[in-house]
């Protein structure tokens, strides 16, 4: 069946990096565009990025620009994201998210990032 | 970009209709037929039940349908059941080929 498990997520210092992974399957990943999204604890959804099937078009928003990068790797169906210079404020629950007619057809159970001294 | 404006709460009792709004700019729900709304459950991942402002994905309820005028967006739940409790998120792309969410919207059954 069609499935996205997120792996990577742990508690990292301020200022840190880390490493988020989706793998995907039950479906042909190249084809599609993947997103990343985001919950803080208590909060609502955020949108932080999107990747287009051949990885050429990215996009992100305003609260990670410059410090987050988006890839994939379409030989391993895996999308990434690869976050640099983390925030308290990044902290939260990472869900990786098909973008199938819109973003988020289909979402992984999340990865939960702790940003704290 | 400031997330979309929807009401913090909506309830109703078992078999009424409920509509939650999504008040977006002509930068994003005003201008592009982009809208999508999500349902969300306690601790789970959020689920599709409407894109492209009507169009249910398959496998969702009937009993949610969308439609939109000028920047607000609306979802109309009828016939509330239990299990449509829960949170519930609009999004939108936007004219910075970004997407924007709702600031959600708890809905209770009475």
């Known amino acids: 069946q069609v499935q996205l498990v997120e792996s990577g997520g742990e508690l990292v210092k301020p200022g840190g990096s880390l490493r988020l992974s989706c793998a995907a399957s039950?479906?042909?990943?190249?084809?599609?565009?993947m997103s990343w999204m985001r919950q803080a604890p208590g909060k609502g959804l955020e949108w932080v990025s999107y990747i287009s099937n051949n990885g050429h078009t990215i996009y992100y928003g305003d609260s990670v620009k410059g410090r987050f990068t988006i890839s994939r790797d379409n030989a391993k169906n895996s999308l990434y994201l690869q976050m640099n210079n983390l925030r308290a404020e990044d902290t939260a629950v990472y869900y990786c998210?098909?973008?199938?007619?819109?973003?988020?057809?289909?979402w992984g159970q999340g990865t939960t990032v702790t940003v704290s001294s | 970009q400031s997330a979309l404006t929807q009401p913090a709460s909506v309830s109703g009792s078992p078999g009424q209709s409920i509509t939650i709004s999504c008040t977006g700019t002509?930068?994003?729900?005003?201008?592009?037929?982009?809208v999508s709304w999500y349902q969300q459950h306690p601790g789970k991942a959020p689920k599709l039940m409407i894109y492209d402002v009507t169009n249910r994905p398959s496998g969702v309820s009937n009993r949610f349908s969308g439609s939109k005028s000028g920047n607000t967006a609306s979802l109309t739940i009828s016939g509330l059941q239990a299990e449509d409790e829960g949170d519930y998120y609009c999004s939108s792309y936007t004219s910075r080929n970004t997407y924007v969410f709702g600031t959600g919207t708890t809905v209770t059954v009475l």
């Open positions: 002509s930068s994003d729900v005003g201008t592009y037929n982009y």
């Open positions: 039950g479906f042909t990943f190249s084809d599609y565009y």
């Open positions: 998210a098909r973008d199938g007619g819109a973003p988020g057809d289909v």
